[in-house]
């Protein structure tokens, strides 16, 4: 089972920037994919951006030039660099791992953006 620990989040005005980290722990046999999620109140919960274990990227076209995923596989941590925030990128982020075919959830880390 594998545990992971968010942190980062907080309140920012638009413009400003946050990172997010998130550290993997537990029974860590090689993780493959991790990732970022986000939900709005009201919206339905949308995947921001993804990394593959060789350092493939993927975002949401709603963040694309102004977030960056990256992780450190010797620390079993992936970081989301959040640059140019703004209103709309209000919502509880989660961090995601896939190992072996299944996904773990973090508990998620609210990002406050205001204008």
């Known amino acids: 089972q594998v545990q992971l620990e968010e942190s980062g989040g907080g309140l920012v005005q638009a413009g400003g920037s946050l990172r997010l980290s998130c550290a993997a722990s537990?029974?860590?046999?090689?993780?493959?994919?991790m990732d970022w999620h986000r939900q709005a109140p009201g919206k339905q919960r949308e995947l921001v951006a993804s990394?593959?274990?060789?350092?493939?990227?993927n975002y949401a076209d709603s963040v694309k030039g102004r977030f960056t995923i990256s992780r450190d596989n010797a620390k079993n941590t992936v970081y989301l660099q959040m640059n140019n925030l703004k209103p709309e990128d209000t919502a509880v982020y989660y961090c995601?791992?896939?190992?072996?075919?299944?996904?773990?959830w973090g508990q998620g880390t609210q990002v406050t953006v205001s204008s």
């Open positions: 995601t791992v896939v190992q072996r075919l299944s996904r773990s």
């Open positions: 990394i593959t274990s060789v350092g493939g990227t």
């Open positions: 537990g029974s860590i046999f090689g993780l493959s994919v």
